[in-house]
């Protein structure tokens, strides 16, 4: 089993940041890809970065380059997303995941957390 555990989101004003942490447990703490998505209200969810088990493979959707950077510290089995610049529609629920396949599909991977909410004000 695993587990992963969301944490940092919250209320801000457009052009602030967040970084948001996600920690991992159990068999998520293995060699695993990582990933984070978000989901809006009434939409799909969505890709947001992934990076792999050496912290490479760093990729990102489009709509967050150069504004958000993955990391992870595999000495604390967490992974980060510092946010930047942030803007009203990046509001959403935030999912980390965790794999044995890195990917931008969320159907990849196998564990997920329980989400952390970011609400960007105008």
């Known amino acids: 089993q695993g587990q992963l555990v969301e944490s940092g989101g919250g209320l801000v004003q457009a052009g602030d940041s967040l970084r948001l942490a996600c920690a991992a447990s159990g068999r998520t703490s293995s060699s695993y890809a990582m990933a984070w998505f978000r989901q809006a209200p009434g939409k799909e969810r969505e890709f947001v970065a992934h990076i792999g088990w050496t912290g490479g493979n760093i990729y990102y959707t489009d709509s967050v380059k150069g504004r958000f950077t993955i990391s992870r510290d595999n000495a604390k089995n967490t992974v980060y997303l510092q946010m930047s610049s942030l803007k009203p529609e990046d509001t959403a629920a935030y999912y980390c995941?965790?794999?044995?396949?890195?990917?931008?599909?969320?159907?990849?991977?196998?564990?997920w957390g329980q989400g952390t909410q970011v609400t960007v004000s105008s």
């Open positions: 995941a965790a794999g044995p396949v890195i990917s931008a599909t969320p159907e990849r991977y196998l564990y």
